[in-house]
């Protein structure tokens, strides 16, 4: 048992450099140095406060689709649905927004009620892809990715028709909300505790859920073998559905705090692509919850710092995508090796 | 083209599939081959057919040369088609399409020739076979028929079938022996693998027993059944003390139960299952008592016919209102059924608690997987995961799921691939069950003699048909041999005489 944690860590320590190798043979092909790459991505995301705040903006959203997709993870799910389910969580959040903006309610209630507003909204998106799986027989990939499609639609028809802004309708989205809305930051930094708390407070209670609960030691056996889990007696279906409305709703709440506390209002890219780079994390992470943490910080990182490369290096900022795509390639190669390897000994 | 088979050995693991077998068969002759599940036919056919590969020292000959055969394309290049149990084809689709397939060559397959010659083969054995059909609208028999031209066409001059008339109509059957005896006065070798003696008999001109992967005896007509059961099952052994159940109230009442699935149909089985009673199911892999046996669990929805528990009516009824009525299934795939790998003990038992609490008591689950490791004698730990245990560990974990309150107990092949120490502790434990909870059990076993030795009474299966349920006492290993390969039977009509 140790043994075999100890073999696993040394792989992926070997698919960490691996990783590192193959993108700096990318870089040296197209003149730029590795090195210089590497440490202006390392100064654009830690090198100072205001950046490493950028991290954490981008941790947050991160973190909890991440924490949402170990649930399906476990119950053996392939939420790939997990991109609409921010989108939904968003315009959730913007909707009960609009609702009360020129209302007398205080506007905290208003930002819970909201952030509860696009929880419920993603929850219920990743509610039809569970439908959809349990009782029209559609995998949940296919559901999930023609729902994200879906989604999208629905954002750009909102942004564009009904919620258009005064006067002219705009790829930049919707009418900002008043500053009252927004959940209160750091002074000079764009980071709010309150998300990161948020986020923090997923993570745990999805850890809780599959180390310490009935319900989540229930949904791992059904993801690792449905037909024994039902002969034990556990309603499967039922599980494979509640496991989708958990991933869902801490979706929706990635997409209500990217508005509350990011964007103050619908944008076109409200997701930010967070919906696949958390499957990555998920991956990863191999269903071990509080791992999510660095791992999603780390990802994060990558995707700030790499927006110094355009400016210092004419790189292009899609590096980081690439080294967290290749990341998650050796990491699973080296796995697959690494079985081989263990099998044989 | 004669066939010959030298010194053919197959080992998996530990265990022997096939252990020198010799054999030979002429050009022009049907050959039967009889055994038991895993008596090692269906290992020796695959050799033969190209699916698998013998260890090294063996020998094919064929038609007087030595060929190394090391895949199914292989074998067809040197005239050898297998006809499978299951028919491998792709049944969406056409039948034409099908036929074409596995052919070599041509980016561009000639549809108007091929269609020609599909017609005059299947003229030629009088199938009536649509080759613009799709193939998931045939029976299996078509499908066989398909599969039989399909490699006649390919150059087939062996033609190996694997319980080919599992599965399929009397009629159909019919013409599978016109055709196989007209491939045979044609100088096809046909290789015809059974468990059905009646078949074989039929059909063959020789046959050849395999027991336990090695042959073990060969015949010619006419045939003697009783030897043939005999060198199926072996020799008679003495059975040890019988005890007589203690029976109680009904625990489990089928009443003209119909079930149907792709293969097979059973019609009206009826069966009254009283408390502490034992009741086994007999009868070759596949001939229903799978079926039967998940019907008992509502696992499988009877088309016809009343299911009764403890006097309740759970027609119809999911498996869970069957378990919270006591009814516990075991399956026969432990690892693919009934645990699940990558959780540990603990964790099973936990589960098979049904816990209603929302956190994990740790402490309470550590000591329940201790007294429950201790009590079933299972080497392993409370943190060891079911996959690493041993076969027979594994079963023992299985019986350490055993909710309580039991009112029935279901089981598939409960002490398969275990030693006799581990099969004698299992039945012990079951017996302790049955009595101390009042509880019944129904049980799949191929084994004949663990069929008779632990049941109170025996219900055989053939191939869909269910015997009336025979006292287990009073009947032999030979009779229960004959009942499993169809003799015997009453003839339809005078079932209920």
Known sequence: ?345 | MNVELKNIHKHFGKTYANKGINLSVRSGSIQGILGENGAGKSTLMKILSGFIQSDPGGEIILGGNSVVINSPADAIHVGVGMLHQDPLDFPPMRVLDNFLLGRSGGLFPNRASVRQDFLDLAKQFDFSLDPENYVDALTVGERQQLEIIRLLWMGARVLILDEPTTGISASQKQKLFITLKKLAEQGMTIIFVSHKLEDVEFLCSQVAVLRAGELVGEMKPPFDTSKLVEMMFGKVVTLGERQPAQTGETILALQDVSLEDVRLKIKNANLDLKAGEVVGLAGLEGSGQGLFIRACAGLVRPVGGKVFLKGKDLTGKPYHTFKRGGVNFLPASRLEEGLVPGLTLTEHFILAEEPTAVFIDRAAGQRLAEDRIKSYNIRGTPTSTVESLSGGNQQRAELALLQSPLSLILLEHPTRGLDIESVIYIWSKLKDRCKKDGAAIIFISSDLEEVLQYSDRLLVFFSGEVSEPIDAATTTVEQLGQLIGGKGWPQKGDVNA
Request: aromatic share 12%; with cysteine.
């Open chain 1, 1 to 345: 048992m140790l043994k075999s944690r100890l073999s696993g860590f040394i792989f992926q320590l070997i698919a960490f450099f691996l990783a590192l190798g193959f993108v700096s043979l990318i870089l040296v092909a197209v003149g730029a140095s590795p090195f210089d790459a590497f440490k202006n991505m390392l100064n654009g995301s830690i090198g100072s406060m205001r950046k490493f705040a950028e991290v954490l903006v981008s941790f947050v959203p991160l973190l909890l689709v991440t924490a949402g997709l170990l649930i399906t993870f476990s119950a053996g799910l392939w939420n790939i649905g997990v991109e609409g389910q921010i989108v939904l969580g968003a315009i959730g959040t913007t909707w009960v927004l609009r609702l009360f903006v020129d209302s007398s309610v205080h506007p905290a209630i208003v930002i819970i009620l909201s952030i509860f507003g696009g929880m419920a909204a993603g929850a219920l998106w990743a509610a039809f892809a569970g439908a959809l799986k349990t009782f029209g027989g559609v995998n949940e990939i296919f559901g999930g990715l023609g729902l994200n499609f879906v989604s999208t639609a629905l954002t750009l028809y909102l942004i564009f028709g009904p919620w258009k802004r005064e006067g002219v309708a705009s790829m930049s989205g919707t009418e900002p909300f008043p500053d009252v809305f927004a959940l209160p930051q750091v002074p000079d930094l764009r980071i709010s505790l309150w998300s990161l708390a948020i986020a923090g407070v997923a993570i745990l209670i999805v850890y809780f859920i599959l180390q310490g609960t009935y319900f989540g030691l229930k949904i791992k056996a059904v993801g690792k073998n449905i037909r024994a889990a039902y002969l034990l007696g556990i309603p499967t279906w039922q599980y494979s559905l509640y496991s989708f409305l958990i991933c869902g709703a801490l979706a929706g709440a990635a997409g209500a705090l990217q508005v509350t506390a990011v964007y103050h209002r619908l944008i076109p890219a409200i997701s930010s692509g967070y919906g696949y780079l958390g499957l990555m994390v998920a991956m990863l992470v191999n269903y071990q919850a509080i791992w999510a943490i660095p791992v999603a910080l780390f990802f994060a990182a990558l995707n700030i710092g790499s927006i110094q490369l355009p400016i210092l290096m004419h790189l292009d900022s899609s590096l980081s995508g690439v080294l967290q795509g290749v990341l998650v390639l050796f990491v699973l190669l080296t796995e697959g090796v690494r079985q081989k390897f263990v099998k044989k000994v």
